[in-house]
């Protein structure tokens, strides 16, 4: 297996990861009284956002040749940094 192929299929594992983060979020805002569904609704947004954005990065990173695959991956880390702040952040605020 190739370092990027490496690289794609632990990326893809925290997408994963994520996406059952984000999961665990709905249900509880699903439990929450309204004032605090719009708080998870927020932050939900942010979170699919930025999920999306990471996403997107990965999927060129893994139509990119591998001689430019080393750029793009720079770009999907930027991504990967912002995405898991927000991550961080939502999960702090609304445990």
């Known amino acids: 297996m190739t370092e990027k192929q490496q690289y794609i299929d632990k990326a893809k594992a925290r997408l994963e990861q994520w996406d059952a ?7 509880r805002m699903d439990e929450a009284g309204a004032d605090a569904r ?6 939900l947004d942010d979170l699919r956002k930025r999920r999306t ?32 702040a927000s991550f961080k952040k939502a999960m702090s605020r609304l445990g």
């Open 38 to 43: 719009i708080k998870y609704r927020e932050e």
């Open 21 to 27: 983060e984000i999961d665990k979020l709905k249900a």
């Open 53 to 84: 954005e990471a996403k997107e990065k990965l999927s060129k990173l893994a139509e990119a040749g591998d001689d430019a695959w080393d750029d793009i991956r720079h770009g999907l880390e930027e991504a990967w940094d912002k995405a898991e």
